[in-house]
């Protein structure tokens, strides 16, 4: 009897496991839908781990957590992209910026020109990792991987730069991460202090310190809110000339030879640089490669500046936020060749030594002094490790 149960009991299992069976095996077809939908629900916490990450690799500059996080991050960004898409048209949206505009409409315009974009943002992830591995089997197979990436970037910049009909390139290509219309939505229903421009509530706020009675009618006035409140809350309202324009006139086309030229040099200066450098490649102190390159970026910076100030009507006071926005980056982007070749093994290098020097021993500060240790390694190693392009 005993042995009949226990066969009973036995079948029911078998018979519940088979019809189990095939939602158990379609189960990981939904894990992907499921981890989106959790990303859109909690994207603001999601944010913050990443932010959390990322500035915990600049502490500990280990290139793999770096690459990782940027790569899940822009994961991160074509879901969100994706999930806010889907939301209706009548929610409001928060204003988006000039750079978001412009990259959201050729993305969203050219399939092709979104394709290239995330390779080349994916190849800049991942550029320093391809350099490390190649070091590990030669000084020459490393300088072959390099201006190799080197050529399939510039050949991404100049492909985008004809799908968006010669017109300068933007850094980043993809648009930034976009802010969830629904955690606004949610944040202002929460509310709960005046902001001078909303009638606050009457539970939280006494109706004595938002009136004033008159003391001969006793009738009461309210109180104005106050007159900065009120400018700030308009400049918000005021629509500028660019927040009006189309997203593909937020830069000026490259029309004269002079404008396309002086993009290509810019966009080509790292393939030419990586060149000198692999043909120099056993004289590190050597000033050739390291004035070649900054020469070129110096001579597309001012050429590009000078067909502006000639083709742009109003010259350079007439250029569009985000061209303005660009020029500065790219400016910014100068102080980095510091960091490179010539320079960084005939001065900076000797500086940075005497540094980490003066902060070892001493409480607190040699730890600081250990990270930017760690960092020189790279800087001296490392070719991809001071790469703004």
């Not at 492909?159 to 219309?181: A, I």
């Not at 229903?189 to 005046?194: C, F, L, R, V, Y």
Request: hydrophobic share 40%.
């Amino acid at each position: 009897m005993a042995v009949g149960l226990v066969t009973t009991v036995m079948a029911d299992v078998i018979k519940q496991a088979k019809l189990n069976i095939p939602e158990t095996i379609a189960l990981p077809t939904k894990w992907p839908q499921m981890y989106e939908s959790f990303i859109s629900q909690n994207a603001s916490s999601v944010s913050q781990i990443e932010s959390a990450l990322r500035s915990l690799t600049y502490i500990i500059p280990g290139r793999f957590l770096h690459s990782g996080v940027q790569l899940l991050s822009l994961y991160h960004d074509s879901l969100l992209a994706r999930a806010i898409s889907r939301l209706p048209p009548s929610l409001p949206r928060p204003l988006p910026t000039l750079h978001n505009r412009y990259t959201k409409f050729w993305t969203s315009k050219s399939s092709l020109y979104k394709r290239v974009a995330l390779l080349l943002q994916t190849i800049q992830y991942t550029e320093l990792l391809w350099e490390m591995a190649a070091k590990r089997k030669g000084e020459k197979i490393r300088w072959r991987v390099v201006v190799i990436l080197e050529m399939v970037k510039a050949l991404c910049r100049l492909l985008m730069m004809r799908l968006t009909n010669s017109r300068p390139l933007v850094s980043p290509p993809l648009p930034d991460r976009e802010v969830d219309p629904r955690t606004i939505e949610s944040a202002n229903s929460e509310k709960t202090q005046w902001d001078g421009m909303e009638t606050p509530p009457i539970d939280d706020v006494g109706s004595d310190a938002l009136s004033w009675t008159m003391p001969r009618t006793g009738l009461s006035l309210p109180i104005l809110p106050d007159s900065a409140e009120i400018t700030d809350y308009l400049l918000k309202k005021v629509l500028t000339a660019d927040d009006i324009k189309a997203p593909k006139q937020l830069l000026h086309r490259m029309t004269t030879f002079q404008g396309q030229v002086a993009e290509s040099m810019w966009i080509l200066r790292p393939v030419i640089y990586a060149l000198a450098m692999q043909r120099w490649q056993s004289d590190k102190k050597s000033w050739r490669p390291w004035l070649l390159g900054i020469s070129l970026e110096l001579a597309a910076r001012q050429l590009a500046k000078k067909d502006l100030a000639e083709r742009v009507a109003g010259g350079l006071r007439g250029l569009t936020g985000l061209e303005r926005e660009e020029l500065k980056k790219r400016g910014w982007t100068m102080a980095w060749w510091a960091m490179r070749g010539a320079f960084y093994e005939n001065v900076t290098k000797s500086w940075i030594h005497s540094i980490i020097g003066t902060l070892d021993g001493k409480p607190l500060l040699d730890m600081v002094g250990g990270v930017i240790g760690d960092y020189e390694y790279l800087w001296t190693e490392y070719y991809f490790s001071t790469a703004t392009l």
